[in-house]
C-alpha cells in the first residue's frame, strides 16, 4: 500500500461515525456485561424482533463480536484454519478476511472461542491455538504477532486458548499461563514484552482491571486461583482459591465497591473477597463462599445491589444473588443455561439451546417479558434448533441485538 492510499485509508476511517453504544471489548465498555444502548424495545412480538439481516459464512467458533461503529468483528475457522473477519454493520457482508492459526478441534468444538478487542485503529484477537494478532482496523493488515506456547512455553489448555486479552491505556495484558507468564503486560503497539509474572497455568478466565487503594490493580481466574496483581509490575496482592475448580474455571471476576466476585462450576461456588489497602499495599479477604452461583461459562452481571447469573453446568438455573451477603433473592429454569448481559435496565438471556429472553430484572423475583426461539438454517438447507452448543455471548450495540450461532450470525433490531 502505498503512503498515498495509507493517508486516504486513514482519513476515511476517521470519517466512520462511532457510535456511543459501540461494543468494542469483551463483556462491553466497561467489561462489566452492560451495553450502553438505551431506547430499546420493552417487550418483542411472538417471534422475536424483527431481523434486520442473518449471514453465513462465519465457520466454526463460539467467538463473540466487537462492533463498532459501522464495522462488526469476530473470529472463525474454515478449511484452511483460524481467521479474524470484518463485516459491514449495515449488510452482515465480508470486508476483509485474515487468516489467525492452525485450526483447531476437541470433543466440545472446534475453532477460535476469543472475541476481537478493537482499540483505535488497532484489533487484538487471540486463536485457540495461542496465536496473538494485532491487525490493522481498516484493512486486516498484520502489525505484530506470535504464539503463546512458542513465545511463553504456555501449555494449552484442554479446551483450547479462550481468554480475551485486555487493552489497558498503552497495554495489552494477557494471561497465557506458564513459568513467570500466569500474567503479562505488552507493548500494545509492538507486543515487546513490558513485564510477565507468577507461574499459574492458563484456564478460560479474562483479565479484569480495577483501581483501589491508589493501585491500579490487575484481577484474573487462573487454573489454579483467582489472583490479584499490581499493575505496575505483576508482584501479588492476592491469591484465592476456593472459587476455582480444576477442570474449566471460565467466568470473569465482577468487581464493584471495593469488593470481587469470583465464581466457577463443577460443584464448585462463588465467593465475594473486600479488598483492603494498607501500608501501600492491597489484600483481599473473604466475605462469603456460596455455592448457589457457580457460573460455568458464563459470567454474572450485577444490577443494583444484586447479582444475576446462570448457576449449574446441567441443566443450570439463571440465579438471583445480593452481591454484598451472598443471600440467594430467587433462581428460575428461565431460558436454560447460558449467557445474560444487561441493557437500558432489561436483562437478555441466552440459552445455549437457542431460547432468548427479555427479563425485568428484580430482587424481587423473576419477571419474564418476552421470548423467542432462534432457528438456524444448517448447510443442509433445514432449519435446526440448536440443541446445546450455542454458546457465543451475545451483543446489544448501535440499537441491535448480534446472535451468532456457530457459521450463523442474525441482526435484530431492538430500537424503538
Known amino acids: ?59 466454526e467458533g463460539y467467538s463473540s463480536l466487537a462492533v463498532v461503529g459501522n464495522r462488526i468483528f469476530t473470529q472463525g475457522q474454515d478449511g484452511g484454519g483460524q481467521f479474524v473477519v470484518a463485516l459491514d454493520a449495515a449488510t452482515g457482508k465480508p470486508v ?97 514484552v513490558l513485564w510477565q509474572a507468577q507461574d499459574d497455568p492458563a484456564h478460560y478466565s479474562s483479565v479484569l482491571p480495577l483501581d483501589f487503594g491508589g493501585l491500579h490493580i490487575y484481577t484474573v481466574m487462573t487454573g489454579s486461583a483467582a489472583i490479584g496483581v499490581d499493575a505496575k509490575d505483576g ?27 469470583y465464581s466457577s462450576d463443577y460443584n464448585t461456588g462463588g465467593a465475594l473477597l473486600k479488598l483492603k489497602a494498607e501500608g501501600g499495599k492491597v489484600t483481599a479477604e473473604e466475605v462469603y463462599f456460596s455455592r448457589d452461583m457457580q457460573n460455568h461459562y458464563t459470567t454474572s452481571v450485577r444490577i443494583g445491589e444484586t447479582l444475576y447469573g446462570f448457576s449449574g453446568n446441567q441443566p443450570g438455573v439463571l440465579v438471583a444473588m445480593d452481591f454484598k451477603s451472598g443471600k440467594l433473592l430467587w433462581k428460575d429454569r428461565s431460558v436454560s443455561k447460558g449467557n445474560c448481559l444487561s441493557a437500558d435496565g432489561m436483562l437478555y438471556c441466552q440459552g445455549e439451546g437457542g431460547t432468548i429472553g427479555l427479563i425485568d430484572p428484580s430482587p424481587a423475583g423473576y419477571k419474564e417479558i418476552s421470548r423467542f426461539q432462534l432457528q438456524t438454517v444448517r448447510p443442509t438447507g433445514e432449519f435446526w434448533n440448536p440443541t446445546g452448543n450455542m454458546w457465543t455471548y451475545p451483543v446489544i450495540a448501535n440499537g441491535r441485538l448480534y446472535v451468532r450461532d456457530q457459521d450463523n450470525l442474525y441482526a435484530y433490531d431492538i430500537k424503538r
Not at 46 to 57: L, R, S
Not at 251 to 261: E, I, L, R, S
Open 1 to 59: 500500500m502505498s503512503r498515498l492510499s495509507r493517508v486516504l485509508s486513514a482519513i476515511l476511517l476517521m470519517c466512520i461515525p462511532v457510535m456511543s453504544a459501540d461494543w468494542a471489548t469483551w463483556l462491553g465498555p466497561k467489561r462489566d456485561g452492560h451495553s450502553t444502548e438505551t431506547g430499546l424495545l420493552t417487550s418483542w412480538p411472538a417471534g422475536g424482533p424483527k431481523v434486520a439481516w442473518k449471514v453465513k459464512g462465519l465457520g
Open 96 to 192: 476483509w478476511k485474515t487468516p489467525n492459526g492452525k485450526s483447531y478441534g476437541n470433543d466440545q468444538g472446534n475453532g477460535p472461542r476469543s472475541m476481537p478487542q478493537i482499540d483505535g485503529n488497532r484489533l487484538y484477537a487471540l486463536a485457540s491455538d495461542g496465536s496473538l494478532v494485532c491487525l490493522e482496523v481498516e484493512t486486516g493488515k498484520k502489525i505484530w504477532g506470535y504464539n503463546y506456547t512458542e513465545k511463553f512455553g504456555s501449555a494449552n489448555p484442554r479446551w483450547g486458548f479462550a481468554e480475551h486479552p485486555l487493552v489497558d491505556g498503552d497495554r495489552l495484558i494477557i494471561a497465557p499461563g506458564g513459568k513467570g507468564a500466569g500474567i503479562v503486560a505488552l507493548n500494545k503497539t509492538t507486543g515487546a
Open 235 to 261: 508482584s501479588l496482592l492476592w491469591r484465592y482459591e476456593k472459587a476455582n475448580n480444576r477442570v474449566a474455571t471460565i467466568a470473569t471476576p465482577v468487581y464493584a465497591d471495593g469488593y470481587v466476585f
